[in-house]
């Protein structure tokens, strides 16, 4: 039990290590998440502009995993979140401005 314990703890430190690697998606997985949580009409926005895929996640930091599949849906679906914020005001929520920013930067953009 030792064991497991130091293993599931082994892989924490490894996905923060991934984390503090690439601030820029910290900072855009943590504003989108707040653009989003309690704000049913940019939740109904979000499914009318991108009807396809899922919401945005919103990863809980003590749970190593939700992070990275935070950050995989971001590199799947970076163009049509993308388009979601542009059609929302910045002047409505700091977020908002905020994620709009971050996602103009060329480096959180996956490169092909």
Same mark, same amino acid.
């Given at each position: 039990?030792?064991?497991?314990?130091?293993?599931?703890?082994?892989?924490?430190? +490894?996905?923060?290590?991934?984390?503090?690697?690439?601030?820029?998606?910290?900072?855009?997985?943590?504003?989108?998440?707040?653009?989003?949580?309690?704000?049913?009409?940019?939740? +109904?926005?979000?499914?009318?502009?991108?009807?396809?895929?899922?919401?945005?996640?919103?990863?809980?930091?003590?749970?190593?995993?939700?992070?990275?599949?935070?950050?995989?849906?971001?590199?799947?679906?970076?163009?049509?979140?993308?388009?979601?914020?542009?059609?929302?005001?910045?002047?409505?929520?700091?977020?908002?401005?905020?994620?709009?920013? +971050?996602?103009?930067?060329?480096?959180?953009?996956?490169?092909?």
């Amino acid at each position: 039990m030792i064991h497991v314990t130091c293993l599931a703890h082994g892989m924490h430190r +490894i996905a923060e290590e991934i984390r503090r690697h690439f601030p820029n998606v910290d900072k855009l997985i943590s504003r989108v998440k707040q653009v989003f949580l309690k704000a049913p009409s940019r939740t +109904i926005l979000f499914k009318t502009e991108a009807p396809v895929i899922p919401l945005p996640p919103e990863p809980i930091l003590t749970r190593w995993g939700t992070w990275l599949q935070a950050a995989s849906y971001y590199c799947q679906y970076f163009k049509e979140i993308y388009k979601v914020l542009q059609l929302l005001d910045s002047n409505d929520a700091v977020s908002i401005r905020e994620a709009k920013i +971050i996602v103009t930067d060329r480096s959180v953009e996956m490169k092909t």
